[in-house]
Antibody, heavy 119, light 111 residues
């Protein structure tokens, strides 16, 4: 069964770039769409974007100017960069494997990693 | 752009049946699939319904999903409620301009 694990700094300074990696184990990263989703404390879920293993991406229009996603199939990893962060970007960040097809939903999720934006 | 609106909270007794609604603000609820996610306290979300009414393997058949075009809404129904069903539930759908959208979440309390 595929497992996803997020990793990266838990603390990022305002105006800097948040960088996270999701490592996929128990299956190949190839031929799937992979997403990032975040959740501020006590609030709901927000979709950040998705990447296909070819490198093709789609981003949330509200975050598009600050988001970059990439994939490294040799390491079975995909990554998220979010630039010019503010306190509003403090959240638990989840990576997920998409259902595929016309579902546009998540099939399985990582455990999440808390990122705090603070000086 | 569209939004998905869920009740903030619902509660019901063990053994009973509860239904959580998810209303799409614009565009047809039938135009794109709806997923439902369960998030227990302190845990990451898990998928309980995908493609409107499909259950992933391992999800009990007490969980069912449906859509109603007349009310432009989707519903998650949980029958035979158990205390372990107490969680936040999120609906999610898509359109080509907004992409993925989540509902605000519903807190289910099993009294």
């Amino acid at each position: 069964q595929v497992q996803l694990q997020e990793s990266g700094p838990g603390l990022v300074k305002p105006s800097e770039t948040l960088s996270l990696t999701c490592t996929v184990s128990g299956g190949s990263i190839s031929s799937y769409y992979w997403s990032w989703i975040r959740q501020p404390a006590g609030k709901g879920l927000e979709w950040i974007g998705r990447i296909y293993t070819s490198g093709s991406t789609n981003y949330n229009p509200s975050l598009k100017s600050r988001v970059t996603m990439s994939v490294d199939t040799s390491k079975n990893q995909f990554s998220l960069k979010l630039s010019s962060v503010t306190a509003a970007d403090t959240a638990v960040y989840y990576c997920a494997r998409d259902l595929g097809g016309y579902s546009y939903g998540a099939e399985c999720w990582g455990q999440g990693t808390l990122v705090t934006v603070s000086s | 752009n569209f939004m998905l609106t869920q009740p903030h909270s619902v509660s019901e007794s063990p053994g009973k049946t509860v239904t959580i609604s998810c209303t799409r603000s614009s565009g047809s609820i039938a135009s794109n699939y709806v997923q439902w996610y369960q998030q227990r306290p302190g845990s990451s979300p898990t998928t309980v319904i995908y493609e409107d009414n499909q259950r992933p393997s391992g999800v009990p058949d007490r969980f069912s999903g449906s859509i109603d075009s007349s009310s432009n809404s989707a519903s998650l129904t949980i029958s035979g409620l158990k205390t372990e069903d107490e969680a936040d539930y999120y609906c999610q759908s898509y359109d080509s301009s907004t992409d993925v959208v989540f509902g605000g979440g519903t807190k289910l309390t099993v009294l």
